[in-house]
């Protein structure tokens, strides 16, 4: 069982979807800063000075010993208080759209890189008109004809 389970994880598949985990989780906490620390303090300042990760509305009662702020999204919810976080739900939502939009640009650029069914083909077709040309050489060299 464990060389089955060596076998698996040495095949290729697998190591490549590992680093694309890996690669995907940094990928993300770079986004996810590009939204909360550049993106939405912009879009923030540009609607004056509005905090979107502020926006939310109470669902329930505010516990009795809660001292902190009643616009406090953060504290209130780690208070336990029932809250409706539209704001935050919009900046995971700009978050979403900003990766996919990366990742787009990321496939979209790795595909103009990599060759095109039709060129694999047009390159087999010629390795295989090459081939045939060296075996067409060959059987002449083997009669004897003189080689040009």
């Known amino acids: 069982m464990l060389g089955e389970f ?10 490549d979807l590992a680093v694309g985990v ?15 620390d550049l993106i939405m303090p912009l879009i923030g300042a540009l609607f004056g000075g509005l905090d979107f ?3 939310f509305v109470r669902l329930g ?8 702020s009643l616009q406090d999204y953060a504290a209130l919810k780690a208070a336990g208080v029932p809250l409706l976080g539209f704001g935050q739900f919009l900046s995971v939502v700009i978050n979403f759209l900003i990766l996919a939009f990366m990742v787009f640009l990321l496939v979209r650029f790795v595909t103009r890189l990599m060759p095109t ?20 050489r060959d ?4 009669r ?3 080689s040009s």
């Open 61 to 68: 009662a505010v516990p009795a010993d809660y001292a902190g």
């Open 117 to 136: 069914r039709e060129e694999e083909a047009a390159v087999a077709a010629e390795a295989a008109d090459v081939v045939l040309l060296r075996e067409i």
């Open 144 to 146: 004897g004809a003189p």
């Open 22 to 36: 890996i690669i995907g989780a940094a990928f993300a906490t770079i986004t996810k800063s590009l939204t909360d």
């Open 53 to 55: 990760s502020s926006y």
């Open 139 to 142: 059987a002449i060299r083997a």
């Open 6 to 15: 060596k076998a698996f994880i040495a095949r290729g598949n697998v190591l």
